[in-house]
């Protein structure tokens, strides 16, 4: 199994910045992708951003120019830096991955895409 754990959430002001992390845990062979969704009351989940093992990123519209996300291979965490935000950005922010597991001790699973619990981020004066 794996657990995400995603932490950095809270309340800050317009303007102002947070950073977001998410630790990836448990029998994990490997791990590709990793990234942010986010999903505001009464709208639907989007993307925020994604990495790839090799650090190759891709920006969802809301996010471009505004955050940054970046990964620690050796620790399977996955950051996303957030600056000038907006209201509009209040969301609950879920980190995800796509891994590989250990089945047994030489064999594995197919990749699949695991998610954290959620973040809350709320931007209000």
């Known amino acids: 199994q794996v657990q995400l754990v995603e932490s950095g959430g809270g309340l800050v002001q317009p303007g102002g910045s947070l950073t977001l992390s998410c630790a990836a845990s448990g029998s994990i062979r490997s791990i590709g992708t990793m990234g942010w969704y986010r999903q505001a009351p009464g709208k639907e989940r989007e993307l925020v951003a994604d990495?790839?093992?090799?650090?190759?990123?891709n920006y969802g519209d809301s996010a471009e120019g505004r955050f940054t996300i970046t990964r620690n291979n050796a620790k399977n965490t996955v950051y996303l830096q957030m600056n000038s935000l907006e209201p509009e950005d209040t969301a609950v922010y879920y980190c995800?991955?796509?891994?590989?597991?250990?089945?047994?001790?030489?064999?594995?699973?197919?990749?699949?895409?695991?998610w954290g619990q959620g973040t809350h981020v709320t931007v209000s004066s």
């Open positions: 995800y991955a796509n891994a590989v597991l250990w089945v047994d001790g030489s064999s594995w699973s197919s990749p699949d895409k695991y």
């Open positions: 990495i790839t093992a090799g650090g190759r990123t």
